[in-house]
């Protein structure tokens, strides 16, 4: 069973920068293609960022394109998103996932077999 606890969320004014990360628990996080997806209130959870096992292959969404960079350490166990020209509409909670399924990466949230709890992000104007 794999355990995704994410941190690093918080209040940031527009134009500031945070950085996000995952600790995955319980089996080593190469075995997983991992993701950020993210949630605003009143909206369905939409894809911000995937990578694959080993961090060689990485995707965004174009809202995000150019802001965003995920990243992993496989010694660590860790993932990352940092997350830079943060704009209001960025505002939501931030969930990790993990995709055991591929050697790829997927950016449908239906791929994802483990999620964390999630980690609110809010950017005030």
Same mark, same amino acid.
């Given at each position: $069973? @794999? $355990? ?12 500031? &920068? ?13 075995? *997983? ?14 894809? @911000?960022?995937?990578?694959?096992? &080993?961090?060689?292959? &990485?995707?965004?969404?174009? &809202? ?17 998103? $940092? ?9 939501? @909670? ?19 077999? *483990?999620?964390? $709890? ?8």
């Amino acid at each position: $069973q @794999v $355990q995704l606890v994410e941190s690093g969320g918080g209040l940031v004014q527009a134009g500031g &920068s945070l950085r996000l990360s995952c600790a995955v628990l319980g089996r080593p996080s190469r075995l *997983y293609a991992m993701g950020w997806f993210r949630q605003a209130p009143g909206k369905e959870r939409e894809f @911000v960022a995937t990578i694959n096992w &080993s961090g060689e292959m &990485s995707a965004c969404s174009d &809202s995000v394109e150019g802001r965003f960079t995920i990243s992993r350490d496989n010694e660590k166990h860790m993932v990352y998103l $940092q997350m830079n020209s943060l704009r209001p509409e960025d505002t939501a @909670v931030y969930y990790c996932g993990a995709d055991g399924r591929r050697v790829g990466y997927s950016r449908l949230s239906e791929d994802y077999d *483990y999620w964390g $709890q999630g980690t609110r992000v809010t950017v005030s104007s």
